[in-house]
């Protein structure tokens, strides 16, 4: 592959990628690719879309200069304020996008998948606000776990369907949400909710979410930082405030869930310690053992907590166009108590673990200046902190 902007004809970037899904969902792959590739030159789609992103997600998001925190750690750092956006992460960039691309397909009901609550909230918002049907899948352990969420989703109008099978939670999600798919492609759009699956949805989902760092280079005008930091676990976040600053000779890092430490297995960094493999439609490194059988990842941040990866990424790492790193569950919620003290902004703990990178890199990244992705607010992590914590006064 040439063209480092587009996957290839078989939705591969590199050696990683494709469209690996049952037969029955092929079709609607290549129409969904088709769909997509005319509504992102379509004039009309484009303003529908950046004007709902303007006027519904609040954007674009500022670019703040954390002065404070820059201090205290030695460095300049800007911070992207993706947690500003209405539903408080980047999530809904792309279900506005994929919502608006249903509708414009004549799909009048969505799916999704969720773990923790999040994309399904994502989800069901964009099909409130564009009239569209919207059931969620989502493991009845994690509709305990997460409850708060599931209450969300109804009062916008989304049933969120239980499931019982396996143990109850996003990978078994993700099982039903693709058999629910393959029985109802007709009527129903499946919004994967980040930069995984079979093709086009790891590039349609870059597309979708790529405004983040093209705002970034607007905002940054002739400043040029060092680095482009941002947290990894499907990868959307990351992929989309990398993308737009591919060649530009910034160092890009992408950090993932190191959880209880790699040694303990207990973690969710498929990049930095998986092998290649297909998980969820997509030939991308994953966490397997020999026989194949995927591991369950491990992280304090739910949206961290996937054994795979998108396939770009994969790219990236092998092409050297990014790195990626890795935090553990302790120094993510320490930095998400920094960035609450010096800042007055309370991170999501996926977006903790980006803060937490530099924190660690203080020495090393002494002098430079560092943009970080905060792909969320942490009014949801709020209660498992506090259950965590044994600092004096919480
Ligand atoms: C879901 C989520 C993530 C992880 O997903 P990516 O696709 O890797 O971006 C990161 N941050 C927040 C706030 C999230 O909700």
Redesign the pocket.
Known sequence: MTDITMPDRSGRFGDFGGRYAPETLMTALAELEEAFAEAWVDPLFLSEYHRLLREFVGRPSPLYEANRLSEHLGMRILLKREDLNHTG???INNTIGQGLLARRMGKERIIAETGAG??GVASATAAAALGLECQVYMGAKDMERQSLNVVRMQLLGTEVIPVTSGAGTLKDAVSEAMRDWVGSVETTHYII???VGPHPFPLMVREFQKVIGEEVADQLGDLRPDLIVA????????MGIFFPFLEAGIELVGVEAAGEGIESGKHGASLGHGTPGVLHGARTYMLQDDQGQVHEAHSISA??DYPGVGPEHAYFQDSGLARYESVSDTEAVEAFHLLSRTEGIIP?L??AHAIAWLQREAASLAGKTVVVNL??RGDKDVQQVINLSTEPGL
């Open positions: 992460a980047h999530k999040q994309h909710g980040s930069v947290c990894v676990g499907g990868g959307s976040n990351a949206g961290l999501a996926e977006s792909s969320g």
